[in-house]
């Protein structure tokens, strides 16, 4: 047993990533992607929390079915079209369904109906997927979680969880009633309730043995089952046939090397973890004799990876920190959840596409999926591919080289992004995602995420440099970009100190170069202690210079500042132009300004931007940088998805950036549309992202774009990295 090592691990993405698509093997791309909020019935409202979470396919692959919690429903999706896929409504039920499995022209749901935590209760219901309704239902005696059929579709299993209630006695189990297992068998896809059978579970596992809690079920090519019992951290395997107890075995503990362990700003993978536990959720069968589980933990564990077991209980792979270091790599790392169960694997999907046996790891909090090829030995990663927030379930569709995740975050409620259906598809060519990656520093990734500003390196065609924000607090860092590979590579970074230690209360929004060192604008929090400043840094990243903000804005100052930063002249001519985001309390509406600051004369001035409108949200700028003889300037709404609208590049002639002196009339100035980026941000088959937050135009007149993907919270993780092309010509 061995685990993956980190350098196999970003060289195979990175392969998968550049591959040219002449010679390239096939690669999944995401090509469209469904807000379940789109199932809605037509009376209800909108701003209904939805939520997709197991998901399954007909068997001719057309249909998706989800299971959706808070609506109590299941969804469906028409993928005829798997680049279009069609809203196919809902079926509701009294109770909440936990997972949906099909058998032929039937899809089986369990439903959860429990009174209370001690009152535990459930049904399987029959629906009829070519009618969309419910035919039959079953009384399971419990609270079921999930669901799975055999391959000739004449069993299905059940796990009844009767789960725990964390707020009694801190969580702590056991906790009665105990779970089982029911099996029961199917005809024709529909279940036949007389022939339910409970499989007992007590006494198997060393962790609250009388109180065992499956979470997940999986059968094999031989009717055996596996099933996890995740806070039990045990892992059992059953005969399908007779519903006996073949073996059982403790999902062990394993050490971590390499970990970020601590929730606190910054991304250090330097920690150890010894002995945690793994406490597996999902669980497939990668053979009959194999069976992989992803080690979300929910208890007192969570290895942040996943194990290949063979059926006797041998440990036969163990990933360790290597997904977790790919994941890291490509700025999905989720430092809120650090001293938690980091990236938390917690889906599972197996399946054979052409010659190629994979399987699939769903990351929740990282929100990605990695693709791994099951070699018979060590796996290895191929891709890892951006989902939506929190995928929960996955499935399958090699007959149509599809693969599908159900997200489950549903963030209407903070006017984020919606509960997500995701499908890719399998083809040869490159892979359009991540389109920017870290290198790795002594065998460790540079950690990134939340880039906020861009900057071009002077006389070096392609290479950038760029600033992280407050969501790192404690490691605000100036990043440089390699954008002559693809996809572009972190190659170094470099920590913004203060009196020898890395400096606190920033909010870098923007970066320029200047000489051998840097201006950097911070935006400022009065509620998180944070001013409004510019910052003068040398090439070593020390602060030599801080200039706080003229009495004349501090006086109407509000949180939203300084959003970019750029650079007209030199020397005693140099002007220092920063962007503010919204309107402050002196602003008429719809207009915001543009600040100026001289060094050497250490002048302030100003001029107005007129703002697009917006019918819902606020719009305001997010950079501003300077080429030729305009400032190009991001403005945007802070709308995602379907609802967003406003995401442009817009430019001022510098002709026209004649500041005013500040207190008192400030011109305006006039704006010409450059690019529509919305197309840009479709391009990869997501959602529309909110936070497009750097532009720059390198030494070659290209334009290069990033967007600020919140440090991975509250938010897909995803950073869009790319370039629109020359700007001279423009």
């Not at 004449?154 to 725990?164: G, K, Q, S, Y």
């Not at 992803?294 to 077991?309: H, K, L, P």
Request: net charge negative; glycine share 10%; with cysteine.
């Amino acid at each position: 047993m061995k685990a993956f090592s980190l350098t196999a691990a970003l060289a195979a993405v990175l392969a998968a990533s550049t591959a040219s698509s002449a010679s390239a093997e096939p690669v999944f791309n995401r090509i469209a992607a469904f807000a379940v909020a789109d199932n809605l019935p037509a009376d209800a409202d909108r701003k209904s929390v939805t939520s997709a979470e197991i998901i399954t396919a007909s068997e001719d692959g057309n249909m998706l079915v989800y299971s959706d919690s808070p609506l109590k429903a299941i969804g469906f999706i028409d993928i005829t079209d798997p680049t279009t896929p069609k809203a196919g409504g809902i079926l509701s039920f009294e109770g909440e369904p936990t997972s949906v499995a099909i058998a032929g022209p039937k899809a089986l749901v369990a439903v959860n109906t429990r009174e209370s935590f001690v009152k535990p209760s459930g049904f399987l219901a029959t629906v009829d997927l070519a009618t969309k309704k419910l035919d039959a239902k079953c009384d399971l005696g419990g609270q079921p979680d999930s669901v799975a059929i055999n391959k000739d579709k004449t069993l299905a299993v059940i796990a009844i969880e009767n789960e725990r209630d964390e707020d009694v006695n801190d969580g702590q189990i056991p906790q009665m009633p105990a779970g089982d297992l029911v099996i029961v068998s199917l005809k024709d896809g529909t279940a036949d309730c007389a022939s339910i059978k409970h499989v007992t579970l007590t006494g198997l596992a060393d962790v609250a043995g009388d109180d065992p809690e499956p979470e997940f079920v999986a059968f094999n090519g031989q009717n055996e089952i596996a099933l996890t019992l995740q806070e039990n951290n045990h892992i059992v395997i059953i005969d399908g046939t007779t519903g006996t107890v073949k073996t059982h075995f403790s999902a062990g503990t394993t050490n971590l090397s390499g970990v970020d362990d601590k929730r606190d700003g910054t991304l250090a993978f330097t920690g150890e973890l010894k002995d945690v536990k793994r406490e597996p959720d999902a669980v497939k069968w990668l053979d009959d004799n194999r069976l992989v589980v992803a080690n979300e933990g929910d208890y007192e564990g969570g290895s942040r990876g996943f194990t290949i077991f063979d059926k006797s209980g041998k440990v036969v792979f163990e990933s360790g920190s290597s997904f977790e270091h790919a994941v890291a790599a490509i700025g999905h790392y989720p430092d809120k959840r650090s001293s938690a169960k980091g990236i938390e694997p917690e889906g599972l999907e197996a399946a054979t596409f052409g010659e190629d046996k994979l399987f699939f790891v769903l990351a929740e909090r990282a929100s990605v999926v990695g693709v791994y090829k099951d070699t018979g030995a060590d796996p290895q990663l191929k891709q890892i591919l951006p989902s939506g927030v929190s995928p929960e379930g996955g499935v399958a569709i090699p007959g149509r080289n599809l693969l599908a995740t159900a997200n489950e975050v549903d963030l209407v409620e903070d006017g984020g992004a919606r509960s997500h259906v995701m499908i890719y598809e399998r083809a040869e060519g490159a892979a359009a995602y991540p389109q920017i990656t870290s290198a790795d520093k002594g065998g460790l990734p540079i950690g990134f995420g939340a880039l906020s500003g861009l900057a071009a390196i002077k006389d070096k065609p392609g290479m950038l440099y760029a600033v992280n924000d407050s969501i790192y607090s404690a490691q605000p860092r100036i990043f440089t970009i390699d954008a002559t590979q693809t996809p572009a590579v972190i190659t170094d970074a470099l920590t913004i100190t203060r009196d020898g230690a890395p400096a606190q209360k920033l909010d870098i929004e923007g970066i320029v170069a200047d000489g051998d060192g840097f201006w950097l604008a911070s935006e400022g929090n009065s509620d998180k202690l944070y001013s409004h400043a510019l910052l003068q840094v040398n090439a070593k990243g020390q602060i030599k210079k801080e200039i706080a903000l003229p009495q004349e804005l501090r006086a109407n100052e509000v949180r939203y500042g300084f959003e970019g930063i750029t650079s007209v002249g030199e020397g005693d001519e140099q002007t220092l132009w920063m962007a503010v985001q919204r309107e402050w309390k002196d602003d008429e509406k719809g207009f915001v300004k543009l600040v100026s600051y001289k060094p050497a004369s250490e002048e302030w001035g100003a001029v107005r931007y007129p703002l697009d409108k917006s019918e819902e949200g606020w719009v305001g700028l997010s950079e501003i940088t300077v080429h030729g003889d305009h400032a190009y300037i991001i403005e945007r709404d802070n709308l995602i998805g379907n609802a967003a609208k406003l995401k442009k590049i817009y430019r001022v002639a510098l002709a026209d950036l004649k500041p005013a002196k500040l207190g008192g009339e400030l011109p305006v100035v006039k704006k010409e549309e450059v690019r529509d980026l919305v197309p840009d941000l479709k391009a990869l088959g997501g959602y529309v992202v909110d936070k497009v937050e750097g532009f720059t135009v390198d030494a070659a007149g290209n334009g290069y774009v990033v967007t600020d993907n919140d440090g991975v919270d509250d938010s897909s993780g995803e950073t869009l990295f790319f370039q629109i092309g020359t700007m001279n010509a423009m």
